[in-house]
């Protein structure tokens, strides 16, 4: 098993464990893959929730960018929900899983298609 296959096993266990959803291990897979290189380094691999900058770069570069979503108050909102579901005391908010929910969130299962 590949380290990324390892990472995709700790994201789904994180999603079971922490955020009580059983994961399509097939878009799982997609999201991880569209990270890109970051799943590999400590610090990009996760969300600093904490951080209204983070908050910002999921919501321009994910939500909007990636998944052609429009600015506006829903996507804040969903970002809450995802690391209120997550766990806001969890220290290590994967990325990989965070983008996940968010997909989930909003129905765009299609761009991974």
């Known amino acids: ?8 096993a700790q994201y789904a266990e994180d999603l079971r464990s922490k955020c009580g959803m059983e994961p399509d291990m097939d878009l799982l897979t997609k999201v991880t893959i569209g990270c890109g290189p970051a799943i590999y380094d400590a610090d990009a691999s996760t969300v600093a929730a904490t951080q209204p900058g983070e908050i910002e770069t999921v919501k321009k570069n994910f939500l ?13 909102s969903a970002i809450d929900s995802v690391i ?30």
Not at 1 to 8: F, V, Y
Not at 65 to 71: E, M, N, R, T, Y
């Open 1 to 8: 098993m590949g380290k990324r296959d390892e990472l995709i």
């Open 64 to 76: 909007m960018k990636k998944l052609g979503l429009a600015d506006g108050a829903a996507l804040d």
């Open 84 to 113: 209120e579901t997550y766990g806001k005391s969890e220290r290590n908010k994967y990325r990989a899983v965070v983008y996940y929910m968010l997909v989930k969130h909003f129905g765009k299962e299609s761009v991974y298609a």
